[in-house]
């Protein structure tokens, strides 16, 4: 059934996850919503992502479930294998992670970045005829009281009701939100990251037993490093991720093919399984990991220009929530516009920043949290309780039902920003961890 429409019109720049969620979850409340991408054409680039159980209940409200059954043919199947995870030196797997079990309203994905893109971005597409303009750059942003717009490099100059900035990392939005630029900063952390098929691995008896068994999770953890080694799709795909300590000053550039050499100076005392499984790559990426201060606001002055995913709050990848939480941005924002209506747009984003701003900084705490625990293990604690060192899956993050937050605490959001611009008063942030809501 159609939704009711809103005649709000959207403009979203930006095709990745964070701006197709926010395209399709607007098009599901009945707003008028249009992207530019900058890409001149969709490619399957990149290697593993990951989208817990708040955004596969995202995903399984769209088409039915068909989506998200679209989704999980492609991914990882660890229902028997789990994740193991090892000691760095020894190689003696110290804790054996079990996989919970898959549910269907809310499933939990990983895999190619470039294949799940690809089935996300064809449904906003071709079956819900959302407009996406491709080499598309966009050159300047602009808003006033009553709209906000995008200026092409082409000189063309399009306007909307909200503008959504869902440019990443290097997000030009982000200049226009904050009034200057926001530098990326070194987190002190560099990833490796490598996807290949198992054509050496197989061949060779050292590995052969990651591709000969279905679908395999292992780590190996090590000071100030954590090695993660997945086989996908019964075994024929292979993907490697290294994390590691990393002082190089960082640039807008952070991106750089990889040294095969240098990732086995990293290796030099740990398992050889490891580099075994390391020198059958054909190429990898060197992606220095970028870290932002909080900014202080997404929101642009006359609240028009919204900052989504990464362009507002980038995540360390041991959070595995980068995605997810750009996916419960494009929920949130999607409901609030809803409620606010056409005459209240700038209170319905100035409410979703509200609603969202705490839980986000709250996950992203996580990323930091997980990385120190493997990075600084202490062996001893771990040979007592081996489940000390397993990947958290925390029920207040992937329990959260983005939409329904949304919708349940809208009102008490706008009655908090009333009592904020009240120069007397004060009050606390909307509750910005709330319990886990699961249905």
Known sequence: MAPTPTG?????????????????????????????????ALKTLGDIISFGAN????????????????????????????????????????YHQPTPPQREEAPVFNGHRGELHEVVFNYARDELGI??????????????????????????????DIVIGADGVR??????????????????????RAWFSNKDMIADPRTKEFCENGDT?????????????????GGKDCCWVLTHKDEHDIDESWSFPGKLEDVYKVLEGWDPVCKAIVEKTPSLVDWKLVYRDPLPTWVSKHARILLLGDAAHPFLPTSAQGATQAMEDGVTIAVALKRGGKDGVPAA??????????????????GESTRDRWHKTDWETVKQNPKS??????????????????????????KKLAIKQEPEEETAPLAAVPPAVVV
Not at 171 to 192: C, I, M, N, Q
């Open 389 to 414: 060192i397993e990947f958290p899956r925390e029920d207040w993050i992937h329990g959260f039902d983005a939409e329904k937050y949304a919708a349940d605490n809208y009102d008490e959001a706008i």
């Open 217 to 233: 999770f292992n780590g190996w953890i090590g000071p100030d490093v954590h090695f993660l080694f997945s086989t996908i799709k």
């Open 8 to 40: 709000i019109n959207v403009i979203i720049v930006g095709a990745g996850f964070g701006g197709l969620t926010a395209a399709i979850e607007c098009h599901r409340q009945g707003h008028n919503v249009t992207i530019y991408e900058n890409f001149p």
């Open 171 to 192: 997000s030009k939005a982000r200049e226009l939100v904050l009034g200057y630029v926001d530098k990326p900063k070194s987190s002190g952390y560099a990833v490796w």
């Open 55 to 94: 955004g596969g209940r995202i995903f399984a409200r769209w088409a039915d479930g068909a989506i998200a059954r679209k989704l999980r043919s492609l991914c990882i199947d660890l229902t028997d294998y789990g994740f193991r995870i090892h000691k760095y030196d020894t190689g003696e797997v110290v």
């Open 349 to 366: 984003v100035r409410a979703h920043q509200e609603l969202r701003y705490e839980r986000v900084r709250a996950v992203q705490k996580t």
């Open 131 to 160: 407009p996406i303009h491709l080499g598309q750059h966009v050159d300047e942003y602009f808003e006033t009281e009553d709209k906000a717009g995008i200026v092409l490099k082409s000189g063309e100059r399009v306007e909307a």
